[in-house]
């Protein structure tokens, strides 16, 4: 086998895994047919992944990297104006909801599963001592208490991408099918945070 | 069979379905399942719900007008001052959270199967209409998308009692658990929401 095959191997199960695991739920799905839709045999599961917990964890983790690589980058740098601190807020709401979108069937699987991939424990570590330097510098009220305001921006952007296909059977459109709605809703929701947040 | 023995196989059929949908998902339990569960037989689903969806729209409806019935009657009287319109969207919160923490069970149903409620519609359209009222009167910020933010409370109290375990796990403390934990929470989020909208 050569590392070419080898790749598409293990990409196969990751894809085919998560689809199955989106579709069926994890518990419902089994190993054989994910290994089946794969086009593969069931030991290269126990190759790459050692189990089928091991595939959920393996999803979850690059459904972490994907979505929370840029925001992380963006909160990481501290920032030097209160126009910096609301503009990088502002990156990290866009960039977030654009990872989610297109991670979409990921996402689902780890709000179902429940679990927390290591990049979003980062991501609100990273969030909360943003804030805090926002506070400190006077950029954002002294009032908030960061450990409590973390997940605000990504419920509400995981909510929305989650329940895109109800709002359009509800309302007749989606942040995943109308940019305008999408520009829209962005912007609405990030001037609430930032009048919420800021100083 | 007199009345309050047909009430009771009625509720032992709504409080089975919701605990087997919750663990196991809508798709993947049987009406015989469930009917064994209650303790009843097989042809007491079909007379009181028609058949499993009717059952699970049973479940679903009573969730929404147990969480939405007093919020919506907050929502439903136009506010008095800036005070009474504050006050008021506190106490949406308040009673909010305290529906969805003792519906916990019936609401991860709810969003697991992608249910609309009758009442969540009329609370997302009260909550429009109060804000815009606040708009017009002047106690909220005129640059507010009305339509676009009714979801922002809900989705950040509906995902923290989703979630609670998952926060339990990683923090060690919950909303569910720890009323001192619950108050501090609930305050930090009202506190951003009303910065964000208030004029």
Request: aromatic share 10%.
């Amino acid at each position: 086998m050569n590392k070419k095959d080898s790749n598409s191997t293990k990409q196969r199960l990751l894809s085919s895994g998560a689809l199955l695991i989106c579709e069926k739920g994890y518990s419902s799905v089994s190993v054989r047919e994910i290994c089946s839709h794969a086009d593969t045999s069931m030991n290269m599961i126990h190759h790459y992944f050692g189990n089928k917990e091991g595939l959920l964890n393996a999803i979850t983790e690059s459904y972490g990297e994907n979505v929370f690589a840029f925001p992380l980058k963006l909160l990481s740098k501290e920032p030097k104006s209160k126009e910096d601190f609301i503009c990088r807020i502002e990156l990290v709401f866009e960039t977030t909801l654009e990872a989610c979108i297109e991670n979409r069937l990921v996402l689902m699987i780890t709000i179902r599963e429940q679990q927390s991939p290591n990049a979003l424990l980062e991501y609100m570590a990273g969030f909360k001592a943003f804030i805090d330097i926002g506070i400190d510098k006077g950029f954002a009220r002294k009032e908030l208490d960061s450990a409590m305001i973390t997940g605000f921006i990504l419920d509400r952007i995981v909510n929305q991408v989650q329940f895109s296909p109800w709002v359009n059977d509800e309302f007749g459109t989606d942040i995943l099918n109308d940019q305008s709605y999408l520009k829209r809703w962005s912007q609405s929701n990030i001037d609430v945070f930032i009048n919420g947040i800021a100083n």
